[in-house]
């Protein structure tokens, strides 16, 4: 903020400086400049005391994302540790060290800007890794559910099987969206669940998408979030159009609407 500095008579000295007890000439002729330390400290404290304040209200916020993304990932039910490595050895840093000197005491400020910084690095890091999670739907939230995942009747043999993912009823020639960012590994047709594509989002966290009409990715291919891989349709072992989605970690099958649900829950599809 500007300040003004201003002549100020011996007789009637500004409020915080110390005046002698009889004016003198030199006095009269140094007033000026102590008074515009005077108000230049009293507006540099002002300003650390707002910004003091905006970093503490930043911190709050970034905090509270921080905290957002790391309870959407444990709704998830993964294991924190996995990605936690694998963010480490993908964080590419570096450099030669430069100590700090030890003899010039950090401010308030200082340490509260350290402190923002960290958690924003933290919050930002958690964010990347969310994104990579299939919390999103394969199809819009028209489209019901006919078959969960576990223990079913099994459409054919009507005897009791394991589902290992979710089938989603919808019109054939219905486009089928990536759940979330990655590379197919799978695209062609296998066995009974037809055309199908799989992809691979990292950390051998991978979805399945099956009895496609059409696949409309090749094997390589890195895929966006919402990019449409297919189209609904009925191949394979099936009795009608639908969509058979389905959520592996390391090849084992894992219940996709643990996915979708943290994802509705904490508004990330």
Do not use: C
């Amino acid at each position: 903020d500007p300040f003004e500095l201003r002549s100020i008579a011996p007789s009637a000295p500004r409020a915080g400086v110390d005046a002698p007890a009889k004016s003198n000439s030199a006095w009269v002729k140094d007033a000026p400049a102590t008074v515009a330390v005077v108000a230049l400290r009293e507006t540099t404290d002002r300003i650390e005391r707002q910004q003091l304040s905006v970093l503490e209200g930043l911190e709050r916020t970034v905090r509270s994302n921080a905290r957002r993304w790391s309870d959407l990932f444990a709704e998830t039910g993964l294991n924190a540790g996995r990605y936690a490595n694998s963010s480490k050895q993908a964080s590419g840093q570096g450099g030669p060290l430069v100590p700090l000197a030890s003899n010039r005491p950090s401010s308030p400020f200082e340490l509260r800007l350290t402190q923002v910084q960290t958690a924003l690095l933290q919050a930002e890091r958690m964010r990347r890794i969310v994104d990579t999670l299939p919390v999103n739907r394969p199809l819009s939230s028209e489209h019901d559910i006919t078959s969960g995942y576990g223990a079913r009747h099994d459409p054919f043999t009507r005897g009791l099987a394991m589902h290992t993912g979710i089938d989603f009823r919808a019109p054939s020639g219905t486009p089928a969206r990536a759940t979330a960012p990655g590379k197919v590994v799978e695209s062609d047709w296998v066995g009974g669940y037809g055309n199908m594509v799989e992809i691979d989002h990292g950390n051998g966290l991978t979805t399945r998408y099956a009895h496609l009409s059409s696949i409309e990715v090749d094997v390589g291919q890195a895929i966006i979030k919402g990019q449409i891989i297919g189209r609904v349709g009925s191949t394979g072992r099936s009795t009608g159009p639908h969509l058979h989605y389905e959520t592996r970690l390391d090849g084992d099958p894992m219940d996709p609407m643990r996915f979708v649900r943290a994802g509705q829950k904490f508004g990330a599809n």
